[in-house]
């Protein structure tokens, strides 16, 4: 293991924790490609690209093409999907061990997962998928968001 690794090993907790807590970890991802680049974004597979100066020295206009944060977090979400899918379905999780009350209701006209119990609430992170079944109750649905878009509150 190297020295960065060893560092980064020691202050990071041994588990992740289920639920959120006030201790955070912050990681810089810093990317570099060593070939020629173009990042397509758009179904259209336009370029997002934007006019700036070449320097703060130098105001020359130069064309740029703009690598969005908005459009990292959907490959990031998915990835971290998987990860709690991973998780769930390799450690069998006992989700009945956490001190937590939850009362969802059980929303038949939304098709979202909206868990009741446990059991249920296991089923439903394993289920949960981007925009037609989001569980809201899973740790990537806290973190990247899940919105009720009806007028009536999830909870009782």
């Known amino acids: 293991m190297s020295e960065v690794t060893q560092k980064i090993m ?23 490609t060593h070939d020629y680049a ?5 179904e259209t597979r336009e370029l997002n690209i934007a006019v700036t100066p070449a320097s703060i020295s130098d105001p020359t206009q130069v064309t ?10 959907a490959p990031e979400s998915r990835e971290f999907a998987a990860t709690i899918k991973y998780y769930f379905n390799a450690t069998s999780a006992d989700l009945s061990t956490l001190n937590v009350n939850w009362d969802l209701i059980n ?3 939304s098709n979202g997962v909206q868990p009741k119990f446990f059991d249920d609430l296991r089923n ?7 925009k ?3 569980c809201r109750a899973c740790p ?10 009806e007028n009536k509150g999830i909870w009782k």
């Open 10 to 32: 020691s202050v990071l907790p041994k588990e992740v924790p289920f639920y959120r807590s006030p201790v955070t970890v912050q990681i810089l991802l810093l990317r570099q």
């Open 38 to 42: 173009v990042f397509r974004t758009e």
């Open 64 to 73: 740029r093409v703009v690598f969005l944060a908005s459009k990292q977090k």
């Open 107 to 109: 929303d038949k006209k």
């Open 124 to 130: 439903s992170i394993l289920e949960c998928e981007l």
């Open 132 to 134: 037609d079944r989001l």
């Open 140 to 149: 990537r649905c806290s973190l990247f968001g899940a919105v009720v878009t």
